[in-house]
């Protein structure tokens, strides 16, 4: 018998043209959905600094295996949100004063630059959606909820890196911004620092709405120092007061 379809076999039947089926669509790696969940407990405080991460309690809270907890550690390890303690397991890091100087030198560059690019660069569908994401994050200011205006607000610092349309920009923004997320939320617990930071706010989209980089850059570049100086202020009344030190183990 001929290897002909059974459809062609089927008198008065034409010859159906074939659909080639969808492409398989990955979920993303349970690990990395794990690490998303700990990276937000860690930058919200709800892990706190020095606090153990045993694997067998937080399998239970996100309900997945002690697998992908172990990994999402080792992910966040490479992101300096956690440390590796060798034979005693892992627990969330601190940060130094130093620390928070050199990350916030580096993370104050970085986006002055994107915010120069990004004024000369975005599409002016760029800018609106940006604008639609500032108008929000003003919401959540006048209502006093930080935690969605702190969302947005890392939204609309990461929509002006991608709007400076430079991939090696943007890979180092990447590298960075776990670290910068953490001290940008703690810096947001001074009321002072959060109206400061809104108004900052409301000056660089003037500025991008101009299409003025220099100017959207320089307002950026205070911006993120003006995090770090408040994050200092808040460490220095610590004790010990040179750093955010790690708490003892429980």
């Known amino acids: 018998m001929s290897d002909m379809s059974h459809e062609n076999l089927v008198p008065g039947r034409a010859r159906r043209s074939r659909t080639p089926p969808a492409a398989i669509v990955r979920a993303k790696p349970l690990h990395e959905s794990a690490a998303e969940r700990l990276r937000d407990m860690i930058v919200e405080g709800r892990l ?14 996100l309900r997945v295996s002690r697998t992908p907890i172990r990994d999402a550690i080792k992910l966040l390890a490479t992101e ?19 620390q928070v100087r050199e990350l916030f030198e580096a993370i104050a560059g970085v986006e002055r630059n994107a ?9 002016e569908r760029e800018f609106e959606k940006l604008q639609r994401l500032h108008e929000r994050m003003a919401r959540h200011h006048a209502a006093g909820e930080r935690q969605p205006y702190f969302r947005l607000n890392q939204e609309i610092h990461l929509a002006i890196v991608a709007a400076a349309k430079n991939a090696t920009l943007q890979a180092i923004h990447a590298s960075l911004i776990s670290r910068a997320r953490r001290a940008r939320y703690e810096a947001l617990a001074s009321q002072a620092r959060w109206i400061e930071a809104m108004a900052e706010h409301e000056r660089l989209m003037a500025a991008l709405a101009d299409r003025n980089g220099a100017l959207a850059g320089a307002i950026m570049h205070e911006h993120d120092l003006g995090t770090a100086r408040s994050m200092v202020a808040a460490l220095e009344k610590m004790s010990p007061p040179a750093s955010l030190a790690a708490a003892p183990e429980r």
């Not at 590796?84 to 969330?92: D, F, M, S, T, Y």
């Open 115 to 123: 915010s120069e690019l990004a004024a000369e660069r975005m599409t």
């Open 48 to 61: 706190q600094v020095g606090e153990r991460l045993h694997e067998a309690n937080l399998a239970a809270v």
């Open 80 to 98: 300096g949100l956690v440390d590796l303690i060798p034979g005693r397991g892992a627990r969330v890091s601190g940060f130094s004063i130093e």
